[in-house]
């Protein structure tokens, strides 16, 4: 059997992150938690969401440019 991934309702999530249950259906609403199951008219969060939102990956830096002030003066 697949290991199936732990899933969270609204109110677990807004427990455990210290929000209002309102907020955290807003968030979902908005789509912070791209993977949410909705049942009936609960909405189940995968742990893997919840810590994606907490911990957002850090944003790529452009390449610096390596050549010098005087040789990009020289085009």
């Known amino acids: 059997m697949p290991d199936l991934p732990h899933l969270y309702t609204t109110r677990e999530v807004a427990d455990a ?14 789509g912070k938690f791209p993977n949410t199951r909705t049942v009936g008219r609960k909405h189940l969060i995968p742990v893997d969401d919840v810590h994606a939102f ?6 790529t830096l452009a390449p610096r440019n390596t050549r010098s002030k005087a040789q990009q003066r020289k085009r």
């Open 17 to 30: 992150l210290h929000l209002n249950v309102q907020t955290v259906q807003a968030y979902v609403r908005a």
């Open 54 to 59: 907490l911990y957002p990956p850090a944003p």
